[in-house]
């Protein structure tokens, strides 16, 4: 079977930058004339703050969607900032805000279609020790779970090391999806994280196999796949060795103010197909 690409909106909607931003409509026209089978939202404003989406508007969403022939893959939060919304946080008021957040982002997903929400852990405040940050976090990701088991949504785990410090490597991701102990919550990783760790992207292929449901392709610093240090060829084909069938998601050129999105998309896609038909 072919691979599926799909393509994260970060780059398209002033995240963590603050240009360039587009309408997602004219990001869901783009990525698909570019030849991309889906596409993985970001949930920040402009695009896809779940309070900013009224019934009819995310009606309207899905049905650009289907009318481009883009699958809506999987939403992604944006933690950080004013609210925190940190999982792991001393903070009692933070840790149910965040709990909140993160049904309304599992609502949005169903209510577009995606089957996937990703979760970052959280981060350890000073003071707090790594086994009271985790114990918080997994009570925050077993509540979502169960919420998303609901709405028919998959919660995926995953490592950040170089944004967090509290999840960071594939057996941290597989440890927290067996604590929280629900049959929805599956692992991911980004080859960005594992190069911070100047680990091998591949090796997380088959160390989160069976439970690999989702993965982020970003090469040295955010550029394109083939940019940059990645062992691509090593990475495609372990999932091939494993039999993913999930969507190689890129989440890319949001490091700075100076990228050209469509350029990002366009090449990223070209050297990986390239690629996979070098590889048969």
């Not at 893959?73 to 950080?80: F, M, R, T, Y």
């Not at 965040?98 to 279609?113: F, Q, R």
């Amino acid at each position: 079977m072919p691979m599926k690409y799909a393509f994260n909106t970060w780059v398209y909607g002033s995240f963590p930058v603050w240009v360039p931003s587009y309408p997602l409509e004219d990001v869901i026209r783009r990525l698909g004339r570019i030849g991309y089978d889906g596409i993985e939202i970001g949930c920040a404003a402009p695009h896809a703050w779940p309070a900013h989406l009224s019934a009819a508007r995310r009606r309207e969403l899905r049905g650009v969607l289907q009318s481009e022939g883009l699958a809506p893959v999987s939403l992604l939060p944006a933690p950080g900032g004013g609210p925190g919304n940190n999982a792991a946080s001393p903070l009692a008021e933070e840790r149910q805000t965040t709990l909140d957040h993160y049904k309304e982002v599992v609502d949005l997903a169903a209510d577009l279609g995606a089957p996937l929400v990703l979760y970052i852990a959280g981060w350890l405040v000073f003071g707090t020790t790594r086994e009271e940050g985790f114990e918080r976090s997994t009570e925050c990701l077993a509540q979502v779970a169960r919420h998303a088991a609901t709405r028919g949504v998959t919660i995926v785990v995953e490592p950040t090391s170089a944004d967090s410090n509290l999840i960071e490597t594939a057996d941290d991701a597989l440890e927290l999806m067996r604590a929280a102990g629900e049959p929805n919550v599956k692992v991911m990783f980004d080859t960005y994280h594992v190069m911070y760790r100047n680990e091998v992207s591949s090796d997380y292929v088959y160390a989160m196999a069976p439970h690999l449901a989702h993965v982020h392709f970003a090469d040295t610093d955010r550029l394109a796949p083939g940019d940059g240090e990645v062992n691509w060829r090593g990475v495609l084909q372990a999932v091939k060795d494993i039999g993913y069938d999930g969507y190689l998601t890129m989440e890319i050129g949001f490091n700075n103010r100076r990228g050209d999105p469509d350029s990002y998309a366009y090449r990223a896609l070209s050297y990986l197909k390239a690629l996979e038909r070098e590889l048969g």
